[in-house]
């Protein structure tokens, strides 16, 4: 067994305290620190959502009221003819609506969906060029999946019904043929013949 003794100079030790009394100051001290850290990291990072909420809440309320307010009062310069030099201002909302129509309307393209050189080649609207073959699309394929569907179950139908009726007549003419009852009555008297013959 070995012994060590270690010597310690502690010069910055006030003489009116003891190192017991110094090493409990210096523990009480660092916990103390240490739960302070914690309570300011925790109030931090609860003040910074309880902000950053409350600012993206104040945030979204201001653009979305500068949006409708704004976009409300945005007025469009639309001219009321191509010949003339009138100009007319309209709400936006108001101008979409115009221009929505007039693509619906106004024939501009081939039926090709191209641009026509001339006035009279122009034989569809943007949005009918783009329904036209997709709506026949969907209604022939649709069409042709209700021919096929109703086929299959018309014959299934058929082949069903054409083996109950089968089953049905053809049980029937079994048991004409077999005559059961005649059966069962000449089986009767097989038997009684026996037991008597037996007796």
């Known amino acids: 067994m070995a012994k060590f003794n270690i010597e310690v100079e502690l010069d910055w030790l006030d003489e009116e305290m003891t190192l017991d009394e110094e090493i409990q100051r210096k523990i ?50 639309y001219k009321t003819s191509s010949w003339g030099s009138n100009v007319e201002y309209m709400s936006l909302s108001e101008y979409m609506g115009k221009q929505f129509e007039k693509a619906v309307a106004e024939k501009t393209l081939t ?10 080649d122009a034989k569809y609207s943007i949005v009918e060029y783009l329904t036209q073959g ?27 019904n054409l ?24 089986l009767h008297n097989t038997i009684e013949c026996e037991v008597s013959s037996n007796e």
Not at 36 to 64: C, G, H, P, Y
Not at 111 to 120: M, N
């Open 163 to 186: 083996e109950a009726n089968l089953q049905q007549q053809l049980n029937a003419d079994m048991l004409k043929r077999l005559n059961i009852p005649q059966l069962l009555q000449n």
């Open 28 to 77: 009480i001290s660092g916990i103390q620190n240490r739960l302070t850290n914690k309570l300011e990291e925790k109030m931090e990072q609860q003040l910074s959502s309880v902000i950053t909420e409350k600012v993206n809440s104040m945030a979204d309320d201001f653009i979305s009221k500068i949006m409708t307010d704004n976009i409300a009062n945005i007025k469009i310069p």
């Open 134 to 160: 997709y709506i026949a699309k969907e209604l022939n394929e649709k069409v042709a999946d209700m021919i096929r569907e109703a086929k299959t179950k018309a014959e299934k139908t058929l082949i069903s």
């Open 111 to 120: 039926k090709h969906g191209e641009k026509p050189s001339y006035r009279d």
